[in-house]
Each structure stands twice: as C-alpha cells, then as structure tokens.
C-alpha cells in the first residue's frame, strides 16, 4: 500500500442535500471550484435524483454547467436510476455512483425497495456507463449500524458490497450512516468486505454522531483502505436517523492523514479557508476543529 490517501471531497452533494435552508446555485458552483483549488482530486459535485426527493439538489444541472472543471480532478455525481443517469450524462458526468444499503430496513424507509430491488436498478445504469466509457462509484451505507434494525450482520455488507464490485462498480464507499461505528468495529467490518472485494477498490465513510469518525478512519487506514470520504467544514447529517451528525471534516481528516506522515496532495490551510466560508454561507460555525484552530492561530 503507498502512503498516498486520496479524499473523495463529498460536501457539495452530502454535505449539501439536507441543508433545509435553500443554498444559492452560484454558492454550489463556487464551493465546488473552491474545493477544485485545494488539491483535492475527487469532488462528488451533486446528485441527480427526483427534486421531489431533494429539493435542495434541484438545480444539478446549472452547477455542473457552471463549474470549472480541473485537469486531473473528477466530479462524480449520484444517480439513482436510468432516468438520473440520462440527466447525468447530458450534463457532462465522467463520473457517476450508485448507493444502496446493509440494511433491508433501513434500504425501505430510504428508496422504498428492498436491496436486491434497488441493485436491480443499478443494472441498466452500469452496462449504459461501461458502453459510454463513464466510471460507477458504489456506495453502501448502514455497514456498522442501522436506526430501525439496530445491529448489521458483516455478511450482508460483504454480500452488497461484493454484488456492487461484481456489476462493475469501480470503487465502493462502505458508510457508517448513523456514526455509531468504533475502531475495532470499523477494521473488523473492512476486512471482512476485503476478503471478498480487494482493498484498492475499497473506501470507507464515516460520519461523526459519537466522535469516533477519525479513530475508524485512522483504523481503516492501517488495515489497508487508501481512500476515504468527508465533506468540508463537517457538513451533512442523515435524514432517516435521528441524531445523526455530519460526516468527518476534510480539514481534520487531511490533518490526521498528514500528521500520520500520509500525503493527501491537500493544502490544508485553504481546504480550511474553504471550510470557514461554506460555514458563513450556511449561517453556522465550521464543525472541523481544525478549522477553528487555524482561523484562530
């Protein structure tokens, strides 16, 4: 393994969807060109899924249309079928993801479909990709926890994980939805799923309800994971579990991530700067302690 994390940037879209404040289309455009400027290499721009579902993401559309896009950056969007999909593509995407969950509970409240019915949909949307040259990101949340079921048996997140991998997904992103994951749990789970996916085709996201967001990233990075997910300023929360906070903050991830001697190609102090105006936009204090520090030094 190198010593090289990349972070998959996901505030636009995750930090984003449950702001229930409207955030201004031009505001999406420069946090997604802000965050382009920081070194990040992977920045999930938006989500082309119903507006009836999330309004906030309505305008998917113009924000791809109005963002500069980098050389050596890609801006992967959610879809959630073939009708997301074609929305996608005609906007430009060169990346999309997928997301089902561990959960059959969880999976009904979420997209009312059972798992296998939701990777059913998924079908369709990766063959049409593989034929259009365009890459599939797959998420699978709830792998540590569910707020209607409670406990996840491994073997479920290893099935969809493994169900993902084999369609094609390129990459899946194992997510602690409701941040109730610890280290020990978090390395167990990932070894689990890698013993059936390899490692390079696997990351980890985690959210930081309990505080324990960077402990289960730091434990995934020594059993072998090589990326991981956040969202800036510590942006996004889960609509369907009560309680849930937002996901780990890229400014404390990359901190972690440099401090442990890994590089991220990050410059910290303006992924931080980024951080503080994503926060004055939405009204609020930066959740990253970093940031704080920083502003504060």
Request: aromatic content about 6%.
């Amino acid at each position: 393994m190198s010593d090289f994390v990349r972070i998959v940037e996901v505030a636009p879209r995750d930090g984003l969807q449950n702001e229930s404040a409207m955030v201004a289309t031009a505001d999406k455009i420069e946090l997604v060109d802000r965050l382009s400027a920081t070194g990040l290499r992977s920045i999930e721009a938006t989500s082309f899924v119903s507006p009836k579902w999330v309004p906030q993401l309505a305008d998917a559309a113009q924000v791809m249309a109005g963002i500069r896009r980098r050389p050596g950056v890609s801006y992967p969007v959610l879809v959630p079928n073939e009708q997301g999909y074609a929305r996608a593509l005609a906007s430009g995407a060169t990346e999309v993801a997928v997301f089902t969950a561990a959960s059959e509970a969880f999976n009904l409240r979420n997209v009312n479909a059972s798992i296998d019915a939701s990777i059913d949909r998924f079908v369709p949307v990766l063959a049409q990709a593989r034929a259009d040259g365009v890459r599939v990101r797959g998420y699978v949340s709830t792998v540590l926890g569910c707020p209607y079921q409670g406990e996840v048996p491994l073997a479920d997140v290893v099935r969809v994980a493994r169900r993902l991998h084999a369609l094609g997904c390129y990459e899946i992103s194992l997510g602690d939805t409701i941040g109730v994951g610890t280290a020990h749990k978090a390395r167990e789970m990932l070894l689990a799923v890698a013993s059936e996916v390899p490692m390079d085709a696997l990351a980890v996201h985690f959210h930081d309800t309990w505080g324990q967001a960077l402990a289960n990233v730091a434990a995934c990075i020594e059993a072998g994971v090589r990326v991981a997910d956040s969202a800036v300023a510590g942006t996004g929360g889960c609509p369907y579990a009560r309680g849930a906070s937002g996901n780990v903050a890229s400014e404390d991830l990359v901190y972690m991530l440099h401090g442990m001697g890994i590089d991220t190609g990050i410059d910290l102090e303006a992924l931080a700067e980024t951080g503080r105006w994503l926060a004055a936009r939405l009204g609020r204090e930066t959740g990253s302690k970093v940031g704080r520090a920083l502003a504060a030094a």
